[in-house]
């Protein structure tokens, strides 16, 4: 199995999702996470002698197939029930880094466009009168390093000017389809990897790096548990290739242990 379980009880489960594998796969025969999980959870049922029965799982929130990071799927209904409720009323919290291509023109930021959904992928409108969407986004920056493009990985040769890479910590106040990539991207500061948003320049980046998917990670995930109260907290280390650029803030430890 692909999928990472930090934590598990009989409400809910924690995962860390790897890059690559879709949250819930729309086409048939399609390996996602959900399936994966559902699979891990018949197997746990025939082992307690309850063969047949299907497991339920419901989906609290997503990630795209190309982007890691945490997960709460709850294993009740009535749990399910009250983490959307969280998620709703945003007690549900989530955090992500971004490696991105370039560097803000400030340091920290509340962003706000007007997104609009074409086919699969989501762009910037004008306003809520063309369709569009409000979109909010919070981000701060981390940190900032030089990347040399076309660097020779074997013999650490560069034979291009240096490219600045930035490190952020990404909030969303909305969520709307491929939020974070559309608002970084039309910020002129499109993360490294992202095939769908990228530029010419993210591009040669990524592919100097051998960056193969979307730089970005929920590294964050903290919620109220649906029975007991308590607050949830986890964290995880990202393990997309660009992150190593930024090694100083990425502590060996993979998650945090709930607070009770």
């Known amino acids: 199995m692909k999928t990472q379980i930090l934590y598990e009880d009989s409400d809910i489960l924690v995962i860390h999702k790897p890059a690559g594998i879709a949250t819930q796969a729309a086409r048939i025969g399609q390996m996602d996470v959900v399936s994966e999980l559902k699979n891990y959870l018949a197997a746990q049922s025939r082992r307690d002698g309850q063969p047949g029965k299907t497991p339920y799982l419901g989906v609290i929130h997503r990630l795209d197939q190309p982007v890691e990071g945490l997960l709460v799927f709850g294993k009740t209904r009535l749990a399910s029930a009250v983490l959307n409720e969280e998620l709703k009323n945003k007690s549900l919290h989530k955090r992500y880094f971004a490696a991105v ?51 020779r990985h074997d013999t650490k040769e560069a034979w291009g ?92 430890t993979v998650h945090t242990n709930p607070k009770h």
């Open 101 to 151: 291509c370039g560097k803000p023109s400030l340091q920290e930021d509340q962003v706000m466009n007007y997104l609009v959904r074409d086919g699969s992928m989501a762009r910037v409108t004008a306003s809520s009168r063309a369709g569009g969407k409000k979109a909010v986004m919070h981000y701060r920056l981390l940190d900032t390093c030089n990347v040399e493009i076309g660097a």
């Open 161 to 252: 000017a240096p490219v600045q890479v930035s490190l952020l910590d990404v909030s969303l106040l909305t969520g709307r389809f491929h939020q974070i990539r559309v608002q970084l991207s039309h910020m002129g500061c499109p993360m490294l990897g992202d095939q769908k948003y990228g530029n010419e320049m993210s591009d040669l980046i990524s592919n100097s790096l051998l960056i193969g998917n979307t730089a970005l990670c929920a590294y964050h995930l903290d919620f109220a548990h649906p029975e007991s109260g308590r607050t949830m907290e986890y964290n995880v280390s990202p393990e997309n290739k660009a992150f190593t650029l930024f090694r100083n803030f990425f502590p060996e």
